[in-house]
Each structure stands twice: as structure tokens, then as C-alpha cells.
């Protein structure tokens, strides 16, 4: 992969910053995503910990986003960030050929961010420990790119009744996205953790949430059945989890199951599609949650 010379990264830059000022135009024509969330009670006090995140600098970031497309460069990525302190190439071999894996290994080297130690590579500095964050900085740039958002990552509120982190969250005109992000196979995923999922988009009330896992494999086998016990809990007669096409499922057109087979930018494209397109025939939102008590 031919690297940019220093015109083309001066000129990458100046596109970057024009994209910039376009977003703040678009921005200032509605609610921004912050005031969105304020009118919802929500407040943001932290969100987007970059020493948590394994990306390049800026002049790098366009042909890291368009290499972060594919499934094996970022199994790759949490091969490299799981063995951080020191490896061989062939311990991140797994998912792709030793002449694909050996480009990717050059490519972060020459973008300084992996160094080498005789036979051994590590990364280069910082204490990234999971390839969770770099992935949810990854789906929010999807949804600046590709879709023309304002979207945050790795946000936190302060809620006296449900916590945690919301991996991504964004508008995309007038609609309130908000993105649970899993770079764990289906086995590893509890129920609790789509409990907890169902809790903050109770308690966000965003237009569209999205449960996206970076994996080829199915969602039928674990992650719907666990989704269909969840909501059935909760209640109240759920929307019924079905299937849009291959392993894509929504429910009552607003809650998104989505995986990476084909492409993340395409299923987040259907999502998306699915939704806006149905938009006018939706009265309301189906029922996700518990029963509340009148106040």
C-alpha cells in the first residue's frame, strides 16, 4: 500500500478540516446532539478516551478508516493489542495469510505504531488494553462518513438508576442514534449485558439503538434467543424479534441486531434504511420495557 507523500497529507488535512467546518454548518441548522440529549435529561461528563484507542495521527487516519473495513485487519488489531507486550508474527495469524498479516505488521510499524525488538513486536506506547474502544471509534466514524453524523464514543452519564458506558452515540438529522458495540463472539455474551442494553435504551428513549457485534458468526443461534428472553421478561407483550435478511433482525423497526458478515458500513446501511423507510407507518414505539407505575 503506497503511503501518502507530504503534499497528499497536507492536502488529507485541509479536506479534514473543510469536512469540519461542513459538519458545524449542518450542526448549527438544528438541535446539536448534546442539546438532543439534554431535552432527554441526559448529560454528557465523559466520553471519547483517546489513550484508550489504537489509532494513527491524523494524516493517517483516511486509509486506517478505509483498512478498519475489513474483517481481518481488525481481528488482526485484537490479536496485536491482546498480545501488547511482545509477539511473533505467526501469534497473530489466525485470521488471515502470513503475506497479509506481514503488510498489516509493516503498515502499523511504519505508522509507528508498533515497534519491533529483534525478532518481537510490541506496541509502540500507550496502555490500550482492549480492542473494544478502538472499535466503537471505528462505528462512530462509520456514522460521520458514511452517514453524515455528529456521533460520540465511549460516553458516559451520570444516571442514578442506569450506569455504564454507551459506546456510541449520535444524531443523524433529527434522529437520536444510540450503538452498543461487542468485539466478543456470541458465546461470550451474557444475558445480563443485554439486560443492561434494554435498560439504557429504556431509559434513553433514543429513534434507533443498535446491538452490533464485530463477528461473522450467526445471531440466531444465542444472540436472538437470549434477545426474545430478555424482552419477554420485561413485563409488557415486546415486539417480536425478526429477521430483515441473513443474520440482520429488528425489532418493531426501532432495535437493530446486527453482525459483521459482508460489511459493518453495509448492515448499519440497512439498519438505517429499514428504519427511515418504515418511519411514516409507526405510530409509536413498540414496548420495550417494564411496566411503570403512574406517577
Given at each position: 500500500?503506497?503511503?501518502?507523500?507530504?503534499?497528499?497529507?497536507?492536502?488529507?488535512?485541509?479536506?479534514?478540516?473543510?469536512?469540519?467546518?461542513?459538519?458545524?454548518?449542518?450542526?448549527?441548522?438544528?438541535?446539536?446532539?448534546?442539546?438532543?440529549?439534554?431535552?432527554?435529561?441526559?448529560?454528557?461528563?465523559?466520553?471519547?478516551?483517546?489513550?484508550?484507542?489504537?489509532?494513527?495521527?491524523?494524516?493517517?487516519?483516511?486509509?486506517?478508516?478505509?483498512?478498519?473495513?475489513?474483517?481481518?485487519?481488525?481481528?488482526?488489531?485484537?490479536?496485536?493489542?491482546?498480545?501488547?507486550?511482545?509477539?511473533?508474527?505467526?501469534?497473530?495469524?489466525r485470521y488471515a495469510t502470513p503475506e497479509t498479516t506481514?503488510?498489516?505488521?509493516?503498515?502499523?510499524?511504519?505508522?509507528?505504531?508498533?515497534?519491533?525488538?529483534?525478532?518481537?513486536?510490541?506496541?509502540?506506547?500507550?496502555?490500550?488494553?482492549?480492542?473494544?474502544?478502538?472499535?466503537?471509534?471505528?462505528?462512530?466514524?462509520?456514522?460521520?462518513?458514511?452517514?453524515?453524523?455528529?456521533?460520540?464514543?465511549?460516553?458516559?452519564?451520570?444516571?442514578?438508576?442506569?450506569?455504564?458506558?454507551?459506546?456510541?452515540?449520535?444524531?443523524?438529522?433529527?434522529?437520536?442514534?444510540?450503538?452498543?458495540?461487542?468485539?466478543?463472539?456470541?458465546?461470550?455474551?451474557?444475558?445480563?449485558?443485554?439486560?443492561?442494553?434494554?435498560?439504557?435504551?429504556?431509559?434513553?428513549?433514543?429513534?434507533?439503538?443498535?446491538?452490533?457485534?464485530?463477528?461473522?458468526?450467526?445471531?440466531?443461534?444465542?444472540?436472538?434467543?437470549?434477545?426474545?428472553?430478555?424482552?419477554?421478561?420485561?413485563?409488557?407483550?415486546?415486539?417480536?424479534?425478526?429477521?430483515?435478511?441473513?443474520?440482520?433482525?429488528?425489532?418493531?423497526?426501532?432495535?437493530?441486531?446486527?453482525?459483521?458478515?459482508?460489511?459493518?458500513?453495509?448492515?448499519?446501511?440497512?439498519?438505517?434504511?429499514?428504519?427511515?423507510?418504515?418511519?411514516?407507518?409507526?405510530?409509536?414505539?413498540?414496548?420495550?420495557?417494564?411496566?411503570?407505575?403512574?406517577?
Open positions: 500500500m503506497p503511503l501518502p507523500d507530504d503534499k497528499e497529507r497536507e492536502e488529507l488535512i485541509l479536506l479534514r478540516e473543510e469536512v469540519e467546518r461542513l459538519r458545524a454548518t449542518v450542526a448549527r441548522l438544528g438541535p446539536g446532539l448534546e442539546t438532543m440529549l439534554k431535552l432527554r435529561g441526559f448529560e454528557i461528563y465523559r466520553k471519547e478516551p483517546r489513550e484508550d484507542i489504537l489509532v494513527p495521527a491524523l494524516p493517517s487516519l483516511d486509509e486506517y478508516y478505509s483498512l478498519m473495513r475489513k474483517y481481518s485487519f481488525r481481528l488482526f488489531l485484537r490479536d496485536v493489542i491482546k498480545h501488547r507486550q511482545g509477539f511473533a508474527l505467526e501469534e497473530v495469524t506481514t503488510e498489516y505488521a509493516r503498515y502499523l510499524l511504519a505508522k509507528g505504531m508498533l515497534r519491533r525488538d529483534g525478532g518481537r513486536l510490541s506496541l509502540a506506547s500507550g496502555p490500550v488494553r482492549s480492542f473494544g474502544e478502538t472499535l466503537e471509534w471505528y462505528v462512530a466514524e462509520v456514522l460521520r462518513r458514511e452517514f453524515g453524523a455528529e456521533a460520540v464514543w465511549g460516553v458516559k452519564f451520570r444516571r442514578p438508576k442506569v450506569g455504564g458506558d454507551y459506546d456510541v452515540i449520535a444524531r443523524i438529522g433529527s434522529v437520536l442514534v444510540y450503538g452498543e458495540v461487542k468485539s466478543s463472539p456470541p458465546k461470550q455474551i451474557y444475558d445480563s449485558e443485554i439486560g443492561a442494553f434494554l435498560d439504557r435504551v429504556e431509559d434513553l428513549v433514543p429513534d434507533i439503538a443498535v446491538f452490533l457485534m464485530d463477528t461473522e458468526l450467526r445471531m440466531k443461534d444465542k444472540i436472538v434467543p437470549s434477545f426474545e428472553q430478555a424482552l419477554a421478561g420485561r413485563g409488557t407483550a415486546p415486539a417480536a424479534v425478526e429477521r430483515m435478511e441473513r443474520e440482520l433482525f429488528h425489532v418493531g423497526g426501532r432495535i437493530f441486531i446486527l453482525n459483521a458478515r459482508e460489511d459493518i458500513v453495509q448492515n448499519i446501511r440497512t439498519a438505517l434504511a429499514w428504519y427511515f423507510r418504515a418511519a411514516g407507518a409507526r405510530p409509536q414505539r413498540p414496548e420495550i420495557g417494564r411496566e411503570r407505575a403512574a406517577s
